[in-house]
């Protein structure tokens, strides 16, 4: 706003009416948007989510198998039959993802995950009897410190565009994967042949500590509550601290009179993290997206671009040519649904930066309140709610078992909803 001659948006200044949305929102979602979730996940383990009892059997090896005095590295069931062995039960003891020097005694129940025709060649082959009373949960698939986790591939994962083969993932990271979550599909079959993508989910059997390890290292999100080991529990006090800071400054124009500057504001917040290590030096640059800053340095070039060859002028020309007609509130409605239509296949800092500069100039030229304008486009900018294309969408996407068309119904309506909402208070708090 500044560039334009006109003072900042201060820190509350959106508050009145963001408490009305958020209101709205959660109003909307209680009574209607949940109503239009399908009724996907929440089962009673994730045995059931993931709906892989059919794909996963108990076999007794037989005392005259040929199996018996191998260890499973030399029975090579993943390999050649395509059966993954991921426990063993001999008598009383059960042993959980197993080894692959383990060695196949007679009489041990093998609990092998594969397809069923796989399972019944195996039993001719290699002298095993599939037990006709196995019932699976999770309590099956865990023991001691193995247990089952859910993990998020992350969208700059090295684990993108490689198999669990190729990654040697069992081998390489403790962990055998069971079942993978895309899109609301479960694929079981043929695992280790699968390529792996941004936003999967694996259902992974191995301890906490080789999850840990492997979500230290950024390749995926452990998708339930962090250990203790990779938190800070004892630096709560200090991010709180931080936050207070950098609220109390940022309000400063209210209690002392003094306006500092909202950068200034940050950084304050900023130094109580390191100076205390909330947050090491080490960890400052992988908390830094360099991708949207170079997004958003492009994005303001883009509006330099506008400017430069008109299409500004042009854009506003076409906003007051077809909505003009129809008074201020309408070409203040044609810009938020300008930018709101950006919004959803790009980033909002990029939507705002490309709409701005052609709806104030519009605003000026008009006669009418700059600052209203900017205003809707900051909130349009925010509301995208109709794709799940922004990175706190993509988060929840595919775990959530969500599709691309629940984004667009719910997301729609609540769009109509924050947009009502906005041409009716907008001009409340700032005149046209």
Known sequence: MQRYGFESISMFELTPIGVVMVGMGIIYMLLIGRNMLPSTGGGDSLTDEYKIREYISELLVLPDSPLVGKTLGEANLNTELDLNVIGIIRGDE?????????????????????????????????????????????????????????????????????????????????????????????????????????????????????????????????????????????????????????????????????????????????????????????EMYSMIDLRLLVLIACMMSFGVAMENTGADRYLAGLIEAYFGQFGPIAILAGFFVLTVILTQP?????????????????????????????????????????????????????????SFLDFVKIGSILTVVVFIVSMLLIPVFWPL
């Open 94 to 282: 059960k042993r959980i993802a197993p080894e692959p020097r383990e060695r196949i005694r007679r009489r041990d129940l093998l609990i092998v995950e594969g397809k069923l025709a796989d399972i019944l060649r195996v039993k001719e082959q290699v002298g095993l009897e599939i037990r006709p009373d196995f019932e699976l949960n999770d309590g099956v698939l865990e023991s001691g410190d193995i247990e089952l986790f859910e993990v998020l591939v992350m969208s700059d994962s090295d684990l993108i565009g490689q198999t669990l083969k190729t990654l040697r993932f069992r081998q390489r990271y403790g962990l055998t994967v069971l079942a993978i979550n895309r899109h609301r599909e479960t694929i079981v079959e043929s695992l280790s042949s699968v390529m792996l993508r941004f936003g999967d989910v694996l259902l992974v059997q191995g301890s906490k500590d080789d999850v840990d390890a492997l979500a230290a290292g950024e390749e995926i999100i452990l998708l339930e509550d962090v250990s203790e080991s990779s938190s800070r529990i004892d630096k709560r006090k200090w991010a709180i601290a931080a936050f207070l800071t950098f609220l109390g400054l940022s309000v400063s124009k209210v209690t002392i009179g003094i306006d500092i500057p909202i950068a200034i504001c940050v950084l304050a917040g900023v130094f109580i993290m390191l100076a205390t290590k909330t947050v090491r030096y080490s």
């Open 346 to 402: 790009m980033s909002n800092q990029a939507a705002a930066l490309v709409v701005l500069p052609v709806a104030i100039k519009t605003a000026v030229a008009l006669g009418l309140n700059p600052r209203a304008f900017a205003i809707a486009v900051t909130l349009a900018a925010s509301f995208s709610f109709i794709t799940p294309l922004e990175p706190a969408c993509v988060l929840v996407y595919t775990p959530g078992r969500y």
